[in-house]
Nanobody
Framework: QVQLVESGGGLVQPGGSLRLSCAAS????????GAWYRQAPGKQRELVAR???????NYADSVEGRFTIWRDNAIDTVFLQMNSLNAEDTAVYYC?????????????????WGQGTRVTVSS
């Protein structure tokens, strides 16, 4: 069974940094696009950053210049480096990716979500 496993959330002081990881586990052939979303209390889930299989990236205006998304295809993992964190970045962060499983019979990649990892920015 293919799934996304997230790690790296936690409590950090304002101005600090965190790195989130999203690893595709199971019988994975490759990842197409990968993305990070977040959902703050009382707010809708929003796109934070996205990376395609050609390494094209795009970011929400609120994180541009502070967050960096990248991928390591060798280990089927998408990362999000978050710098200069502030209270408005507090949220549950979710990984989303389109994953091709190994084997035949798949005409489209699986659209998968991670379980979510909580990021709290507070002094």
């Amino acid at each position: 069974q293919v799934q996304l496993v997230e790690s790296g959330g936690g409590l950090v002081q304002p101005g600090g940094s965190l790195r989130l990881s999203c690893a595709a586990s199971g019988s994975v052939f490759s990842i197409d696009a990968g993305a990070w979303y977040r959902q703050a209390p009382g707010k809708q889930r929003e796109l934070v950053a996205r990376i395609t299989n050609t390494y094209t990236t795009n970011y929400a205006d609120s994180v541009e210049g502070r967050f960096t998304i990248w991928r390591d295809n060798a280990i089927d993992t998408v990362f999000l480096q978050m710098n200069s964190l502030n209270a408005e970045d507090t949220a549950v962060y979710y990984c989303n990716a389109q994953v091709w499983p190994e084997g035949k019979g798949y005409f489209n990649p699986l659209d998968l979500w991670g379980q979510g990892t909580r990021v709290t920015v507070s002094s």
